[in-house]
């Protein structure tokens, strides 16, 4: 497989999809330092996500009618039930992204299944139905995860690098019905813009990049991806992507991507089925 046909005649397919890590990712780093339970300006940086970035983005992804997927830790879920449920109310798609944001290959597989059930579980309580989607936290995972995410009942993951086409899982030597979607790290304005002073985010306290050019990095990528027929997966954030400035990054990709009738604007869910059923 190298060319891929995609449906429509579309050229290449391109995914918005933003990881709503809220506090997590920042409680699980200050747990590691002295004292780290009082630094709770780091938390706020995340918090900002839920509490005023999510409708930022979802206006903007209304008002060029795209669907998108949001990978959301349960934790999250749990503390933010109106903004989740606001975010699958609008027909985004909810995917799973661990309970409180764990690296599941340092976890064994029993507590890989208990983060699993949990979040589900949560899921199914607030939204009526359980993920499909799954985006590992930190993208990392252990022999294991795939295998215990197909059992689990996912259709597909976002988590890996390593391609930008959509391929099937290897499971014991077997090629699965559980697809994964690459992502890569420069579509991801977590690498591109995230900033804390204390714990340092990035280590080493780069500066913020220049907004012009990550524009420009996302457009190129999007461009190239585009030119070979290829499916983009873009990996935002609400707390980076989501400020007052950063938004019109957003609306660039989206107004350029959506102008262009041969690019497929999908859903990781339908991008899968796609796949499965023709791959
Ligand atoms: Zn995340």
New binding site residues.
């Given amino acids: 497989m190298n060319e891929l046909k995609w449906p429509n005649g579309y050229k290449s397919a391109a995914m918005f999809t933003f990881?709503l890590?809220g506090d997590t990712?920042w409680e699980n780093g200050n747990r590691g330092m002295p004292n780290g339970e009082k630094y709770i300006k780091s938390l706020s940086v995340g918090q900002y996500g839920p509490k005023r970035a999510v409708d930022m983005i979802l206006d903007k992804l209304e008002e060029y009618g795209v669907t998108a997927t949001f990978?959301v830790?349960g934790l999250t879920a749990e503390r933010y039930p109106e903004v989740v449920k606001k975010i699958a109310a609008a027909g985004h798609e909810v995917g799973h992204?661990g309970y409180a944001?764990e690296r599941f290959v340092t976890k064994t597989v029993e507590e890989q299944i208990e983060i699993i059930d949990k979040t589900q579980d949560i899921f199914e309580k607030l939204l009526g139905k359980r993920a499909t989607a799954f985006?590992t936290?930190?993208g990392d995972w252990s022999p294991e995860t795939p295998r215990l995410l197909c059992d689990h009942g996912f259709s597909y993951s976002s988590s890996m690098r390593g391609d930008d086409r959509p391929y099937r899982t290897v499971i014991d030597g077997r090629a699965t019905d559980f697809i994964e979607i690459p992502t890569k790290w420069e579509l991801d304005d977590y690498v591109e813009m995230a900033y804390n002073m204390y714990p340092a985010e990035p280590a080493g306290q780069d500066r913020i990049s220049c907004y012009r050019n990550v524009q420009d990095n996302f457009m190129r990528e999007f461009e190239g991806c585009h030119r070979f027929g290829l499916c983009i997966s873009f990996m935002f954030?609400p707390q980076v992507i989501g400020s007052p400035g950063r938004i019109r990054i957003l609306d660039h990709l989206l107004k350029n991507i959506t102008s262009r009738e041969d690019v497929w604007v999908t859903t990781g869910e339908h991008v899968a089925q796609w796949f499965r059923k023709n791959y």
């Fill in positions: 990881d890590d990712t990978f830790p992204h944001h985006r936290p930190s954030h």
